[in-house]
Every structure is written in C-alpha cells, then in structure tokens.
C-alpha cells in the first residue's frame, strides 16, 4: 500500500486477555518499528526489526510483550495477559534503510496507530 | 543511554507570535536529529531533520531548526505561527542511525 498499514484502529478488550496487532509497513522498507503513547506520555520504543530479525528488543516493557516479523514484511506485536497500563495507542513505523538515522536520506514513516483501551 | 528532553510541556500562543521549543539530548557521539509534528487526529509526520552540515535546517510550514552541537541542543523555530500549527511536537534524535530516542513532546496552542 502507500503507506503504513495498522489493525486493528481500535480495539477494547478485557483484563487478561491476549491481543495482537498488526502492521503492513511500506512495500520495500527493510526497517521497521513498534512505538507505543501511553495518554500524557511521550513516545516510547518498544522493538526494532531488520528484516526478520530484531536487533534491539530493548523496549519491551515486559516478558508479556512479543512481536514477529515474517516475510521481511508484515509484524505482529502480541500482548498477553493484557493489564489496564498497556492501555496506549501501539504505533508502527517503517523506513527503506537498515539505519533511518543516517545522511542516506531515510525518513521514518508513521502507521495510524492502534488504540488499545484494556478493560 | 541516550536521553532526550523537551523543555515545555504545553506552550500557548496567540496567532503570528514567535515560536522556540527547546530539545535538548544526552549522548556525545553520532547523531541524526529529528522533529516530528502530530496534528490533532491525524499520525505523526516528519517536520524536519539534521544529518551533516549547514546546522540550521529549514522544514515544511515554515519551521526551522538550529543544532548546537556544543550545547546537545536541536530547538525548533518559527517566526510567525498559525492557529493551524496547534499540534504535538516531537523532538527525536537518532543514535549512530540505530533507532530513535523520542522526547517526551510539547503541545502547542496557537489561539486564533
């Protein structure tokens, strides 16, 4: 697609449950991100993919927070046991380089976002 | 760990008054540095960004951004905002082009 995909938009679900979401990064974009804002809070990094594989899983709040990426396209960022304090937007990004920061003119671009709200 | 703050959280301006929001960032070694705007109900998008060189970079709408390397320093500038600059922005520098740090952004009220 044009751009960075998510789904769901919305989701609502009850305390304890599993959830997954979703992103269709840019056809091509070899990076790809997970971020989530939590209300009043700032972006927060959650894991990083290269392709398949996910340099820096460094974000992950907890052992309840999983993510895949298969393909070298779609990922999956998996919540289980799902508490009230994962209530945040999940944002997706991907960019064409392996390192978005560097002077190869790289841009980030941002998905939607997925609202969870934990119940 | 790299570290970034911004240092206001909810700014309020009137209309074609002058505009500085302070970034400042903790780490000493490369850097790419990057600002983000999140207009009311939409996604974040890319306002401006610093790789090398000229350390006054010109974004979209009219933004501008100064890098002191000397003071960890990236403030965004803009002579003359607008009711429709009311928005979030991010300050977001990038370390050694791995991933990016994102500050904890201020909120801009531009009053008509």
């Known amino acids: 697609g044009a751009g960075v995909s998510q789904s769901p938009s919305n989701k609502v679900t009850e305390k304890g449950k599993d959830v997954e979401l979703r992103c269709d990064p840019i056809?091509?974009?070899?990076?790809l991100y997970w971020y989530r804002q939590s209300l009043g809070q700032g972006l927060e990094f959650l894991i990083y993919f290269q392709g398949n594989s996910a340099p820096d899983k460094s974000g992950l709040p907890s052992d309840r927070f999983s993510a895949e990426r298969t393909g070298g396209s779609v990922s999956t960022l998996t919540i289980q046991r799902t508490q009230q304090e994962d209530s945040a937007v999940y944002l997706c990004?991907?960019?064409?380089?392996?390192?978005?920061?560097?002077?190869?003119?790289?841009?980030?671009?941002f998905g939607e976002g997925s609202w969870l709200t934990v119940v | 760990a790299q570290s970034v703050s911004q240092h206001n959280h909810h700014v309020i301006l009137s209309e074609a008054a002058s505009l500085e929001l302070g970034c400042n960032y903790s780490y000493g070694g490369t850097v790419n540095l990057f600002w983000y705007v999140q207009y009311p109900g939409q996604h974040l998008q890319l306002l401006l960004k610093?790789?090398?060189?000229?350390?006054l970079v010109k974004g979209i709408k009219g933004f501008e951004a100064e890098f002191i390397k000397s003071k960890f320093s990236f403030n965004l500038r803009k002579p003359s905002v607008q009711w429709s600059d009311t928005a979030e922005y991010f300050c977001a520098p990038c370390q050694d082009g791995q991933n990016f740090v994102f500050g904890p952004g201020t909120r801009l009220s531009v009053l008509p």
């Open positions: 990004a991907s960019s064409l380089g392996p390192y978005p920061g560097t002077g190869v003119g790289n841009t980030i671009y």
């Open positions: 056809s091509g974009h070899t990076a």
């Open positions: 610093y790789f090398s060189g000229d350390p």
